[in-house]
Every structure is written in C-alpha cells, then in structure tokens.
C-alpha cells in the first residue's frame, strides 16, 4: 500500500493531550490494517511562537504544504484541516487576524480545495462544492 503522510500539529492547551490518542490511533491502524501512515509533526499556535516568534515556523509550513494531510489539535479557535486564522481574541469585538499568515494559509486552503474537488464523487460527498470553490479561484 501506498504511503501517506501526516502533519500533525498538537497546538496549545489540550491539543498534545488529543493529538496523543490521534497517535495511537494510527499506530493501531498502521499495525492492524497495514495503513501505511508517515507520521511527522511541528508546532503551531502558542507553541510555535514560543519556539520561533510566528504562529508557524517556514519550515512546518513547508512540511504542512507537502503533506497528503494536516492535522490540528486545540488552537484556540476553529481550524481547517490543521490550519485556521491567527490572531487573537477570536468570536469577541476585539478580534484580530496575524495578516502575516493569511497567504500561506490562504495557499494551504486553495490547495485542499483543489485536492477535493479532485477527488471521485463517489468518495467525497462534498465534491460539487469544493469544485465550484475551485471554479471562483
């Protein structure tokens, strides 16, 4: 079987918690159904910033962009397939985005739009919507 390969990027607060049990997971599928996951991990949030001053590092950017999928834990905030907005105060008035990220994560949403409305219908019931996603890029 072919190999796949993960992102995953435990977050802040309860998200390395979570992100431990996701691990098991895939062990046990990798194990037992021979699912052939790759495993790699960086940080985001809090974290990252702690470790390198941004809320992503280039280089799990880079490794996110690479990956077949992008896994997220506790961020603070919604996330979309492990990468969502950052900023800080969010769903309060005082609510605001790191403008820095939003091309790469702009990229990063572009990119998974693509993959999806690529994917056969059969498989992705979202498949007409991620294609007319696709068709206003």
Do not use: W
Not at 34 to 39: K, L, V
Not at 50 to 61: F, K, R, T
């Amino acid at each position: 079987m072919a190999s796949r390969k993960l992102f995953l990027l435990p977050g802040d607060g309860i998200g390395p918690e979570t992100m431990g049990e996701v691990r098991k997971l895939i062990a046990m599928m990798n194990a037992e159904m021979n699912a052939g996951f790759e495993i790699d991990e960086g940080l985001v949030g809090g974290s990252a910033y702690d470790a390198h001053g941004q809320s992503i590092s280039e280089a799990d950017m880079e490794k996110a962009l690479a990956a077949d999928a992008v896994r997220s834990g506790a961020l603070g905030g919604p996330t979309l397939d492990g990468i969502g907005v950052a900023g800080e105060g969010p769903h309060t008035h005082g609510a605001c985005l790191e403008i820095d990220t939003l091309a790469a994560r702009s990229e990063l949403l572009r990119r998974l739009i693509l993959r999806l409305s690529e994917q056969p219908s059969r498989d992705l019931p979202f498949r007409r919507a991620a294609s007319q996603a696709r068709d206003s890029l």
